[in-house]
Each structure stands twice: as C-alpha cells, then as structure tokens.
C-alpha cells in the first residue's frame, strides 16, 4: 500500500474559457481503498471536480498517489485513475465489445495473449458472459454498455475508478446490479451521484458540494441525516 493518498487535491480553483468559476477552493484527500461520495445539486461542481483526476481538465494542485497531475504525467495518471462517464455512448467508440475492453490495455504495451487475459478477466468481473466480446457496442442495452464502460478501466487495472452517476438512466433491476458489482470491485473509489441510497449503501465518506466549494464532508450516516444540511445546499 502506498504511504501517499490515492488521491489529493489543495485548494482547487477552476474557471471555465467563459468566465463561469466551478470550483473555489476545494480541498480533498481520499485514502487507498477508501470509497467516497460526491454529493451536490447540478451546477455543484461534481463533474468539474472528477474531470480533474484523470487529467481531462488539467490545473492546480491535484495528486495521484503523490504524482501531481500534469501534462507529461498524464499518461502515467490515466493508468492508475479509471474516468467512468455517466453515459457509455460518451466513452465507447469501437466496433466490438472486446475492441472497447481492450483499447486502455493495448496502450499499455501489453502483449496480445496478456491483452486478451485482461479482456476476459475484465468482462467476468463485471458479470459479463464472453459471448458478449463479439457484439457491437451499440447493439447491447443501457445496463450492458454501463458494465462494458466499468470493464474498459477494469482491464486497464485502474487502482481508482471514479464513476459519474453511475446508476443514471438504469431500471431498478440494473441498478441493483451495479450497486452490486460496485461492492464486490474493491479498489479506491469516487462516486459523484444524486442518488442518496446508493451512496448509503457504498461509501465511507460523503462530500457535499454547494456552488463549487465543499460545504461539508464527514461520515456518509452523517451528511445524508442532515437534513437541513441537504436542503440548504439544494440536495433535497
């Protein structure tokens, strides 16, 4: 285990080309194989905060496992930290299943065969027959292109995943099985989502964002019972 934090973000600001600030001040430690909640109303700053972890957006004082997050780290940085997008159609683009499992570890400078070993351990581990690798991305179900987009940083062997209202748009049955499989992956985890009980149910720590500043942070039981707390900042 490494003795930095998996991820540690000082005093973040971020202002977007339009003049719009997302972020002011946002401070953040999470620990290895902590899973944490980004809870906040939209606009809070959740998606602005996550870009910044795998280098989509690149700025200010955001680590790694002690790497800062630069432009010559980020190939290093995109292997540790998995970006799952909230909608798969934004983050699939092969022909096959298996094309879009393998790309991340390709870039790896893996061999074919230990490609390959990643592609069928990925897809089992997401609860994925291997009759799937041969079908077209855009021929599966909402549910099925989720746990593709969860199993393309899996096989890259992500040691954070971070996962951007990962139950949106689900029926309770795929819901239920992404809780589920969330649970059982293990690794350091970030999870931005609305959805109050699956953050109840996963993380060990909730922050709550309000108009790109953290508002409050602490044990999950604790901010989701403040109810004052959630309504003031437009959670409820």
């Known amino acids: 285990m490494s003795h930095y934090s998996a991820i540690e973000i000082s005093n973040l600001d971020y202002k977007y080309p339009d003049g719009t600030q997302a972020l002011h001040g946002v401070s953040l430690k999470v620990a290895e194989n902590e899973t944490v909640g980004l809870l906040g109303h939209n606009g809070a700053g959740k998606s602005t905060l996550i870009l910044h972890l795998n280098g989509i957006i690149i700025g200010g004082d955001v680590r790694v496992f002690g790497t800062p997050v630069t432009k010559k780290s980020i190939r290093q940085v995109r292997q540790r930290v998995g970006l799952i997008f909230q909608n798969p159609d934004d983050q699939l683009f092969c022909p096959t299943v298996f094309d879009d499992i393998a790309f991340g570890a390709r870039q790896l400078g893996l061999s074919d065969k230990e490609v ?33 987009s969860i199993a ?27 809780i589920s499989l969330l649970r059982s992956l293990g690794r350091t985890q970030i999870i931005a989502s609305h959805d109050l009980d699956l953050l109840s149910q996963l993380c060990d720590r909730v922050v709550l964002l309000s ?13 989701l019972n403040d109810i004052s707390l959630l309504e003031k900042s437009g959670v409820l």
């Open 116 to 148: 390959i070993e990643r592609v069928r351990h990925s897809v089992s581990e997401v609860g994925l027959d291997e009759s799937i690798l041969k079908k077209n991305v855009f021929h599966l179900s909402f549910g099925q292109k989720k746990l593709v």
């Open 211 to 223: 108009g790109g500043a953290v508002a409050a942070e602490g044990k999950t039981s604790d901010i």
């Open 152 to 178: 393309t940083v899996t096989a890259m062997d992500a040691r954070v995943l971070v996962f951007d209202e990962p139950t949106a748009g689900l029926d309770p049955r795929a819901r239920k099985k992404i």
